[in-house]
T-cell receptor, first 113, second 111 residues
Framework: GAGVSQSPSNKVTEKGKDVELRCDPI?????LYWYRQSLGQGLEFLIY????????KSGLPSDRFSAERTGGSVSTLTIQRTQQEDSAVYLC???????????FGPGTRLLVL | GDSVTQMEGPVTLSEEAFLTINCTYT??????LFWYVQYPGEGLQLLLK?????DKGSNKGFEATYRKETTSFHLEKGSVQVSDSAVYFC??????????FGAGTTVTVRA
């Protein structure tokens, strides 16, 4: 079946604007993850969803970042009042179960001007 | 949490050369270990993995052996091709679900 998909593939925004990034996991995968890939920090874990359990938000860098997962499938990562340091590639991954292999989407490249 | 240290690049090789990318980890207990690859313009793909000590992961001619005694998971390929040009990431995952990644190593193979 289809892999993890993300949209948009690229996003350019002005400092202070809000952005929403979308992730469609592999069908049937219960676990969903967001990571960020930036020049200065490498690949960092942001947030994790598993079924109906409370998400693990321990990797979110500030309260400007939030994410939700509706109906156990699609997830949206929202960044409010974007800053230039938010510029990065935001990667989504999913797995069948938490201990199984994580499959990554192509990412959304965010540029904050 | 886990931490992963991998050889910094960039690495430039000629075709058919031998490639090694060093990776060491720090973790509580015995993590699962992974190599992911990112080809130009593409997303992260799992290359290989090993879930316990002395396991060898292999795929596309690449191999890595989980060495508990040296806390290492070095990636090797005996004869690289131009198509192997990519960024390679070593990663670990302990008892939870978070992957901890190394900084990535850019490999360029010249014809």
């Amino acid at each position: 079946g289809a892999g993890v998909s993300q949209s948009p593939s690229n996003k350019v925004t002005e400092k202070g604007k809000d952005v929403e990034l979308r992730c469609d996991p592999i069908s049937g995968h219960t676990a969903l993850y967001w990571y960020r890939q930036s020049l200065g920090q490498g690949l960092e874990f942001l947030i994790y969803f598993q079924g109906n359990s409370a998400p693990d938000k321990s990797g979110l860098p500030s309260d400007r970042f939030s994410a939700e997962r509706t109906g156990g499938s699609v997830s949206t990562l929202t960044i409010q009042r974007t800053q230039q340091e938010d510029s990065a590639v935001y990667l989504c991954a999913s797995s069948g179960q938490p201990q199984e292999t994580q499959y990554f989407g192509p990412g959304t490249r965010l540029l904050v001007l | 949490g886990d931490s992963v240290t991998q050889m910094e690049g960039p690495v430039t090789l000629s075709e058919e050369a031998f490639l090694t990318i060093n990776c060491t980890y720090t973790a509580t207990g015995y993590p699962s270990l992974f190599w992911y690859v990112q080809y130009p313009g593409e997303g992260l793909q799992l290359l290989l993995k090993a879930t316990k000590a002395d396991d060898k992961g292999s795929n596309k001619g690449f191999e890595a052996t989980y060495r508990k005694e040296t806390t290492s998971f070095h990636l090797e390929k005996g004869s690289v091709q131009v198509s192997d040009s990519a960024v390679y990431f070593c990663a670990s995952r302990s008892n939870d679900y978070k992957l901890s990644f190394g900084a990535g190593t850019t490999v360029t193979v010249r014809a």
